[in-house]
Nanobody, 123 residues
Framework: EKYLVESGGGSVQAGGSLRLSCEVS????????MAWFRQTPGKEREGVAY???????RYPDSVKGRFTLSKDNDKNILYLQMDTLKPEDTAMYYC?????????????????WGQGTQVTVSS
């Protein structure tokens, strides 16, 4: 059984920072691909950071320069450091995993998901 458990969400003011963690069991963060997504009610789930087994990292323009993805292979944890947060970053954030190492930030390509952690940024 594969489990992904997110933590680290919370409420911050614009310009602040948060670091999200995704603890993974039953699956290795060093294999395939992993990604962070976010979703607000009524909207599609949006990919915000991607990493694969070769440590290739990609971000969409909406978060590039503000979000930093990293992982600890020994602890099997995926992180998302979020700086200079904006109110439009408010969302539920999810980590996800898939076996393919090819680039994708499409939610439909990911097989394993956590329950999410809420991030709220006030102006």
């Amino acid at each position: 059984e594969k489990y992904l458990v997110e933590s680290g969400g919370g409420s911050v003011q614009a310009g602040g920072s948060l670091r999200l963690s995704c603890e993974v069991s039953g699956y290795s963060v060093s294999s395939g691909s992993m990604a962070w997504f976010r979703q607000t009610p009524g909207k599609e789930r949006e990919g915000v950071a991607y990493i694969n087994s070769y440590d290739k990292i990609r971000y969409p323009d909406s978060v590039k320069g503000r979000f930093t993805l990293s992982k600890d292979n020994d602890k099997n944890i995926l992180y998302l450091q979020m700086d200079t947060l904006k109110p439009e970053d408010t969302a539920m954030y999810y980590c996800a995993a898939r076996r393919s190492e090819y680039y994708s930030l499409s939610s439909s390509d990911y097989h394993y998901w956590g329950q999410g952690t809420q991030v709220t940024v006030s102006s």
